[in-house]
């Protein structure tokens, strides 16, 4: 399997997918924290995180995959959502908090 049908496989397998530097628990950059953190502030329970600093190719092909230069990027339901500024945006605006929980 290449890397944009592993990313594709990813996506579609989960509800909502948070590519980013670290973990979760461990984030490795401050955008990646910042989108952690408002996820949980929206409230979401479940969330599948890729942590693209052990995989190069998904760090490279998640790029070409949205076609977005940055890390993070939240997919949710299969579609590419943002990365961490347009998240902080939609929090703010109540919009993200009304797509993870309809």
């Not at 329970?45 to 600093?53: A, E, G, K, R």
């Not at 977005?68 to 605006?93: A, C, H, K, R």
Request: with cysteine.
């Amino acid at each position: 399997m290449d890397t944009q049908e592993q990313i594709k496989k990813i996506v579609s397998d989960h509800p909502v997918v948070l590519f980013m530097k670290g973990t979760a628990q461990f984030p490795q950059c401050g955008f990646s924290g910042n989108a952690i953190n408002i996820l949980r502030a929206c409230g979401l329970d479940t969330l599948h995180t890729v942590n693209v600093l052990e995989d190069n190719g998904i760090r490279q092909g998640i790029k070409q995959y949205a076609n977005w230069p940055t890390i993070p990027q939240l997919y949710v339901n299969g579609e590419f959502i943002g990365g961490s500024d347009i998240l902080t945006e939609m929090y703010e605006s109540g919009e993200l908090k009304q797509l993870l929980n309809p």
